[in-house]
């Protein structure tokens, strides 16, 4: 039987074990797809190599143009100068906006994009455009991806001659499982097999859990590192503790904060009304956006090296900028970002139990990682000196999807330098909507993975026969803060007095990240459960999830409502 | 919310929880290398079913899980976590190391807290209360995964020719006080090592025993203060037959638990090492009386086994 083209992650049950039958065959390659730029790397035996594409490129712009019929993404196609991806045919920063609703702020902010970003405000997938032609062309970024996606795969199929099937995708530490399924599904889409989705900082802690093993064969001491990595849309931070090539996360925390967040800062400080240029959405206005954009670009740029910076650009329609910026400047309006990126270190530390001084090694990695401010505040919050040197800041990311791709497709080095091994932990909390309309955690964040918890519920109704089993994910204490994964309902619960019936409800996560969620009805002085289980994967939930919550509310209201059992412990 | 796996297993899902399986699926590779590594050691004490039986029991003891001695120090629980899951995370063995991983995660985030561990301790303290903690130093302590089988040294048949500590001086260590050896470190060297020097035993009181049996010959091998009577008596002593008063005393404790377990609503009652020493004298007693020479006992013991032994 010939090999599929491509897999569909489906939507409902896709078992772990088909996930893993098809993949000990073949070295899976990692790929990086970051806000900004995209690198493939691979193990080729020895080491990891990074592929380049024919333009002798390692790194590639994560942008799809629209010119013609055939979309091109960055990968092949060259570009005449940095203006033309801002003609209003390009579409890029689709991995701030993949998997999120219109209502999302992330998805407000990227209007100021020089494409057309569409948002109704009712919880829907935003309506994404390219100009082609004067014709606004509908895309998602599901598409966008995995155009892209298409043109790495070939790039590295040229490269390694051999077909490409497996890839393990690093992905940002703040991504709900919502995200993750469109990532897939973009991946599925290009004809990809997701071996696995690892958070950014816990890749490069592969990498750095590798160079520690090399180091020191057999000392057994562990070393505790913190990564902080902060790219182009997203700030991740992970605590990891290495010893022996497994590398151990303790903690990890994310945020959807960027250096597109420091760019649009900057933007509206050179410009006030910014924003108000993009409302007529006319091809002058693109363009004037576009300018400022690549101007502001490349003065954030010219910022890492020298103080200040001359922005001299004639936006076109009559405004012209010419200001000198310096870098305090620069620091001031991006000054809440700096805060959240601190907030984010300390939160993560005190998930991980770690104190400063335990920490051996701070590693500041991604694109942001070149300006100063990013560099001084990781090592004030952290107490450190200095840095760890060894590593490159641009490729340790997809160096490490390499590593996890050649472990977990089952290889092995005759020097033991793949003889890694990352245990991952939930970087959100999940639970379910209990007690009214607050979000119950049964998993809570950096749990180590696999894991598998639960907890005792029952109803809030005498003789109430039903209950609805809401599963969020996320931090906040209501719902609403949350992401809705998926819901369904337990039925048959026999006729009793609230609080009689026990609900046990039991989230599993296997080591792909599989999440199930199981609930049964269990009667008092009964070990075997009511009626049989019901087992989920999650998340089910589609496009247009922003709805559901609300929808089941108002059909419901609180008549399937449950509350948690105390127990003691 | 201390609700674990056991809970689970109450609702019939799919194959996902079944522990004894994953445990039998990675013991057996270890059952091969032993029947082939070691023909001379014929004598077993139990039969593997009873091993995959007690698996389920031993999910329970997390030091057993992770194979570290309950007084290990956190540095040593980190490491053998780590080499746990470099063999069994699903990374590596693929899903079936998915339900054992579970449990090591669990196991490893009950020893690492303090409070959760004193809390464990006690609620297992009925068990380490019998042979262990009265005997802390002079029990073998684990390197790597548990194992269906450890090794135990005869300390009676033993001539102090300090073979074994020559061949495998990470597992054995030699007892100067006694002038016998003893297992320190289970599995402490590579297999090679350990089969040479079970083989170079020149009195073959080197023995493979099923790892339940183990905490108890290793409490019963101990020499206990001997109460005198005037200027007779007094001193040390340690049963003769060491294996026979380890059948009896299993079999009181597991007389004692079924009567326990029959009275499922009194209270548990704790064994003090007290108790478990005089019933150890006890069996001791009876063994003495059935035994003449200590080789020919023993050799009878080889080829007549008792627990009902299967051929396979």
Same mark, same amino acid.
């Given at each position: 039987?010939?090999?599929?083209?491509?897999?569909?992650?489906?939507?409902?049950?896709?078992?772990?074990?088909?996930?893993?039958?098809?993949?000990?065959?073949?070295?899976?390659?990692?790929?990086?797809?970051?806000?900004?730029?995209?690198?493939?790397?691979?193990?080729?035996?020895?080491?990891?190599?990074?592929?380049?594409?024919?333009?002798?490129?390692?790194?590639?712009?994560?942008?799809?143009?629209?010119?013609?019929?055939?979309?091109?993404?960055?990968?092949?196609?060259?570009?005449?100068?940095?203006?033309?991806?801002?003609?209003?045919?390009?579409?890029?920063?689709?991995?701030?906006?993949?998997?999120?609703?219109?209502?999302?702020?992330?998805?407000?902010?990227?209007?100021?994009?020089?494409?057309?970003?569409?948002?109704?405000?009712?919880?829907?997938?935003?309506?994404?455009?390219?100009?082609?032609?004067?014709?606004?062309?509908?895309?998602?970024?599901?598409?966008?991806?995995?155009?892209?996606?298409?043109?790495l795969k070939a790039m590295a199929e040229i490269r390694l001659k051999r077909p490409i099937k497996n890839v393990v995708l690093t992905i940002p530490a703040s991504f709900s499982r919502f995200q993750l399924t469109r990532i897939e599904r973009a991946c599925a889409m290009a004809g990809l097999h997701v071996l696995r989705l690892m958070p950014e900082p816990t890749a490069v802690a592969l990498l750095y859990a590798q160079q520690n093993a090399s180091q020191n064969t057999n000392t057994g001491s562990e070393k505790i590192a913190l990564i902080f990595n902060m790219g182009a849309g997203y700030c991740d931070v992970a605590v990891t503790a290495t010893a022996g090539g497994v590398s151990q996360i303790k903690a990890l925390a994310g945020s959807a904060i960027g250096g597109e967040d420091l760019l649009q800062n900057m933007m509206r400080h050179l410009l006030p009304d910014s924003e108000s240029l993009l409302t007529s959405c006319g091809l002058d206005d693109i363009k004037s956006v576009g300018l400022l954009r690549v101007a502001t670009q490349e003065a954030i740029h010219s910022l890492s090296s020298q103080t200040n910076v001359q922005v001299d650009v004639d936006l076109g329609n009559g405004t012209k900028i010419c200001k000198v910026v310096d870098r305090g400047e620069f620091e001031e309006v991006n000054q809440d970002v700096f805060d959240k990126c601190a907030s984010l270190i300390i939160q993560c530390l005190h998930d991980a139990k770690v104190d400063t001084e335990d920490v051996s090694d701070v590693i500041v990695?991604?694109?942001?990682?070149?300006?100063?401010?990013?560099?001084?505040?990781?090592?004030?919050?952290?107490?450190?000196?200095?840095?760890?040197?060894?590593?490159? %800041?641009?490729?340790?990311?997809?160096?490490?999807?390499? #590593?996890?791709?050649?472990?977990? $497709?089952? &290889?092995?080095?005759?020097? +033991?330098?793949?003889?890694l091994l990352t245990i991952q932990a939930t970087p959100l909390a999940i639970g379910i909507r209990a007690d009214g309309n607050n979000?119950?955690?049964?998993?809570?964040?950096?749990?180590?993975?696999?894991?598998?918890?639960?907890?005792?519920?029952?109803?809030?109704?005498?003789?109430?026969?039903?209950?609805?089993?809401?599963?969020?994910?996320?931090?906040?204490?209501?719902?609403?803060?949350?992401?809705?994964?998926?819901?369904?309902?337990?039925?048959?619960?026999?006729?009793? %007095?609230?609080?009689?019936?026990?609900?046990?409800?039991? #989230?599993?996560?296997?080591?792909? $990240?599989? &999440?199930?969620?199981?609930? +049964?009805v269990l009667m008092p002085g009964s070990h075997q459960p009511v009626n049989p289980v019901m087992g989920v994967r999650m998340p089910t939930v589609d496009d247009g999830h922003g709805w559901c919550a609300e929808a089941l509310n108002r059909v419901y209201g609180s008549t399937l409502d449950l509350v948690t059992v105390q127990r003691k412990i | 919310m201390s609700v674990s796996a056991v809970s689970i297993s109450q609702f019939s899902l799919p194959k996902a929880f079944q522990v004894e399986d994953h445990f039998t699926a990675i013991s057996k590779p270890i059952w091969r290398w032993r029947r082939q590594g070691c023909p001379a050691s014929r004598f077993r004490c139990g039969k593997r079913e009873a091993w995959k039986m007690k698996a389920t029991n031993m999910g329970k003891n997390y030091y057993e899980l992770l194979g570290v001695s309950v007084d290990s120090n956190a540095q040593k629980i980190k490491q053998a976590y780590r080499?746990?899951?470099?063999?069994?995370?699903?990374?590596?063995?693929?899903?079936?190391?998915?339900?054992?991983?579970?449990?090591?995660?669990?196991?490893?985030?009950?020893?690492?807290?303090?409070?959760?561990?004193?809390?464990?301790?006690?609620?297992?303290?009925?068990?380490?209360?019998?042979?262990?903690?009265?005997?802390?130093?002079?029990?073998?302590?684990?390197?790597?995964?548990?194992?269906?089988?450890?090794?135990?040294?005869?300390?009676?048949?033993?001539?102090?020719?300090?073979?074994?500590?020559?061949?495998?001086?990470?597992t054995f260590i030699f007892d100067e006080a006694l002038g016998c050896a003893r297992v320190k470190l289970q599995y402490g060297d590579d297999e090679q090592k350990i089969e040479v020097s079970v083989d170079s035993c020149p009195v073959n009181c080197i023995h493979w025993v099923e790892n339940e049996e183990l905490p108890v010959l290793e409490f019963l091998i101990q020499p206990q203060p001997k109460e005198g009577f005037g200027i007779f008596g007094g001193g040390w002593e340690r049963p003769a037959n060491v294996f026979m008063a380890a059948k009896s005393f299993n079999k009181q404790t597991h007389n004692e638990n079924h009567g326990r377990n029959s009275r499922a609503s009194t209270v548990e009652e704790e064994e003090t090492p007290a108790q478990a020493k005089a019933r150890a004298d006890a069996s001791r007693k009876i063994n003495m009386e059935a035994a003449s020479g200590l080789f020919s006992r023993f050799w009878q013991w080889q080829n007549k086994p008792f627990w009902g032994e299967k051929e396979e």
């Open positions: 039987m010939a090999e599929p083209a491509y897999t569909v992650a489906s939507d409902s049950e896709t078992t772990g074990e088909e996930k893993l039958s098809a993949t000990f065959s073949e070295t899976a390659i990692g790929i990086d797809i970051g806000t900004s730029q995209c690198s493939v790397a691979v193990w080729n035996g020895s080491q990891v190599e990074l592929l380049k594409n024919t333009r002798n490129q390692k790194m590639m712009r994560s942008y799809v143009t629209f010119k013609d019929e055939n979309p091109s993404g960055g990968v092949s196609s060259q570009l005449a100068n940095e203006q033309d991806v801002l003609s209003g045919a390009a579409i890029f920063n689709m991995k701030r906006l993949i998997g999120r609703v219109d209502t999302d702020p992330v998805v407000h902010s990227s209007k100021s994009l020089p494409f057309l970003v569409q948002t109704l405000g009712i919880g829907v997938r935003p309506l994404i455009a390219a100009l082609v032609n004067n014709v606004w062309r509908s895309t998602t970024p599901e598409e966008v991806v995995a155009i892209f996606l298409v043109e990695v991604g694109g942001c990682s070149y300006i100063p401010k990013i560099k001084s505040l990781v090592m004030s919050t952290c107490k450190k000196q200095e840095l760890y040197k060894g590593m490159n %800041p641009l490729e340790a990311a997809v160096s490490g999807a390499a #590593l996890e791709g050649a472990v977990a $497709s089952g &290889l092995s080095d005759p020097f +033991g330098s793949l003889d979000f119950v955690p049964i998993i809570p964040r950096s749990t180590t993975m696999p894991a598998q918890k639960d907890l005792i519920f029952t109803t809030a109704h005498d003789n109430q026969a039903e209950a609805l089993i809401i599963v969020y994910e996320g931090e906040g204490k209501k719902v609403e803060e949350n992401h809705l994964l998926g819901y369904f309902k337990i039925t048959g619960i026999p006729l009793a %007095p609230k609080g009689v019936p026990e609900i046990r409800v039991i #989230l599993d996560i296997d080591a792909s $990240s599989v &999440l199930r969620v199981l609930a +049964g | 080499n746990l899951q470099k063999k069994y995370h699903p990374d590596v063995a693929g899903q079936e190391g998915h339900e054992y991983t579970l449990k090591l995660n669990e196991a490893y985030k009950v020893l690492m807290r303090e409070n959760l561990r004193k809390e464990y301790d006690a609620s297992i303290g009925e068990m380490r209360g019998n042979y262990s903690s009265s005997s802390l130093g002079r029990t073998s302590s684990w390197n790597g995964p548990l194992r269906p089988q450890g090794l135990f040294v005869d300390e009676n048949a033993c001539i102090g020719c300090r073979e074994c500590v020559h061949h495998a001086s990470s």
